[in-house]
């Protein structure tokens, strides 16, 4: 089994930003891809960014384009997400996901990843 664990949450004002780290432990894979997805209240949980194995390919949803950057250290098993110039409508629990096959055009898919960590509030003010 592998547990992810989020960290670096938090409340922002708007225009501000936040680190989010992703912590891969357990039966460790070095070939996992990870995504980052979130899920606001009421509302369905949704693609953010995916990063490949070794982080030659990074997706990202439309929405952050330009504002989130997803990042990956395989010698300590993390991943990151970078968000910046946050939005209210940035606002989310987010969670870290990591998945055992290779990311094809299946990456913004919530059944592509096989872990998911617990999240991780963030909370954009205006």
């Known amino acids: 089994q592998v547990q992810l664990a989020e960290s670096g949450g938090g409340l922002v004002q708007a225009g501000g930003s936040l680190r989010l780290s992703c912590a891969a432990s357990g039966r460790t894979f070095s070939s996992d891809a990870r995504g980052w997805f979130r899920q606001a209240p009421g509302k369905e949980r949704e693609f953010v960014a995916a990063?490949?194995?070794?982080?030659?390919?990074?997706y990202y949803s439309d929405s952050v384009k330009g504002r989130f950057r997803i990042s990956r250290d395989n010698a300590e098993n993390t991943a990151y997400l970078e968000m910046n110039i946050l939005q209210p409508e940035d606002t989310a629990v987010y969670y870290c996901?990591?998945?055992?096959?290779?990311?094809?055009?299946?990456?913004?898919?919530?059944?592509?990843?096989?872990?998911w960590g617990q999240g991780t509030q963030v909370t954009v003010s205006s």
């Open positions: 996901a990591a998945g055992l096959a290779p990311l094809g055009s299946n990456y913004y898919l919530r059944n592509t990843y096989n872990y």
């Open positions: 990063i490949d194995w070794n982080g030659s390919n990074t």
